[in-house]
């Protein structure tokens, strides 16, 4: 008889029994400081046993066929469906995202879950056309996909279900199995996710969840028993396990600075609003977050001062379960004082401050800044913070330069009626995704989701995730 998830007093999931551990540690609610739950604190021992026994489990999921990976993850959406308000709740505790926010995330989840049941069921191979050349004359080929074996999966803590859900349900749909390490400030999302999992019926052993130290989690890096590497966190960690993953494969989705262009044209009826929210939406705590938004000259002045306002109007700070609260805390009071640093940094280096610009508590003010030099944090680097830069340019050539001045690429957006300027930025901006009329925050479950230069390698998103996941591997008979 299964054992349901404790909340209150939750363990470690391996195989399919809820697993205790020597140490433990508080996870405090970001707004209240409050302690919400004692987890366990997974330790060497524990992350063995875990890849152990996944590493088991592949014998079995290997071999189970699509349409039963399908009603599992079928059967997971319906559950977490039923489960959203416990979710929700979840989200908010252990992460400070604010409700609105937190409900379109359980959302979301829905949908990569739905959206990996489908996927699993697709064909995943091909015929090959070895005759297409004499020296393969009456020869038959087809190729298609295995699964790799054991991922370990790295999460973090903005997206604490949704994000783990994009790492989960392409494993399963795969017949893959999952070591997961969530974020230690929010474990319980994924644990939740876990439980559920297990009540839709996963194969014991395939996804196995242990919290641990980040100084432990690099050993399952260099463990041969796994075969590739999912993270989702800083550029700095995740460029230190694609050194050390040796032949393993990796997916690597890691920070950004996103840019906006505003070109003459845009009908800022519509931007306006879509670029505060894609700039201060979970104050910011997203690398696709609105960071730089360069608006051409002719139309700076007004844009600037219609953007503000709706900031200073729309974009309320405050308890994340208030329902008009879209800035809530930030993740820890470190990362409040790392950004209140950066904007009086860039103040004393010329930056006005347009409005905000101060902590409150556990939170930071919606900030909007203009004259930065775009050498300072808040410009070049991940602000991961609800501070917005602005700037004026001359020329769409110059737009496209500013853009792509940058470390970073994962989305970039430009607003134009223009379609030859809408296919030219597609064209020249280095980003993994380009959006136009849209803010770069802008996500669809079953789009190709990543980022190029400093911002990692791979992509996520379903169908692109499973491809990862996955060898291909050729068939070829001889029919004389």
Known sequence: MKVPLDLANPRLLIGSEWTAATDSYA????????????????NTALLDRAVAVAHEAFERTRKQPPYERAAVLHKAAAILESRTQQLVDTIVAE??????????????????????????????????????????????GLARRFPIGVIYAI????????????????AIATGNTVVLKPAPRTPLSSLLLADVLLEAGMIPGQVNVVTCPNDLAGRL????????????????????????????????????????????????DAAIPILASGGFAYAGQSCIHTQRIYVHEAIYETFR????????AKIKLGDPRDRDVLVGPLIDKAAVGRIDEWVKAAVEHGATVLTGGAAEGVSYQPTVLENVDPTDEVSCNEVFGPVVVLASYKTFDDAIAMANNSRFGIHASLFTRDLTKAMAAYE?????????????????????????????????????????????????????
């Open 428 to 480: 020249r901006l280095e980003f993994g995704s380009v959006l136009i009329n849209q803010a770069p925050t802008f996500r669809v479950e079953t789009l190709p989701y990543g980022g190029v230069k400093e911002s990692g390698v791979g992509r996520e998103g379903v169908r692109y995730a499973m491809d990862d996941m996955t060898e291909i591997k050729a068939l070829v008979m001889n029919l004389k």
């Open 221 to 268: 890096v260099k463990d041969d028993r796994v075969k590739m590497i999912s993270f989702t966190g800083s550029v700095k960690v995740g460029w230190a396990i694609r050194e050390n993953a040796g032949q393993k494969k990796n997916v690597l989705e890691l920070g950004g600075n996103a840019p906006a262009i505003v070109e003459p044209d845009a009908d800022l």
């Open 305 to 312: 001062d219609r953007y503000v306002s709706q900031v200073k």
């Open 155 to 170: 999460t973090p803590f903005n997206f604490p279900l949704n994000l783990v859900c994009h790492k989960l349900g392409p």
């Open 95 to 140: 992460a400070g995202k604010p409700i609105v926010l937190a409900e379109a995330e359980v959302s979301r989840a829905i949908m990569t879950m739905t959206a990996s049941a489908e996927a699993a069921r697709q064909p995943n191979g091909q015929i090959l056309d070895v005759d297409a050349f004499s020296s393969g004359a009456n020869h038959f």
């Open 27 to 42: 996870v405090v609610d970001p707004f209240t400081g409050a302690t919400i739950a004692t987890v366990p604190q997974g």
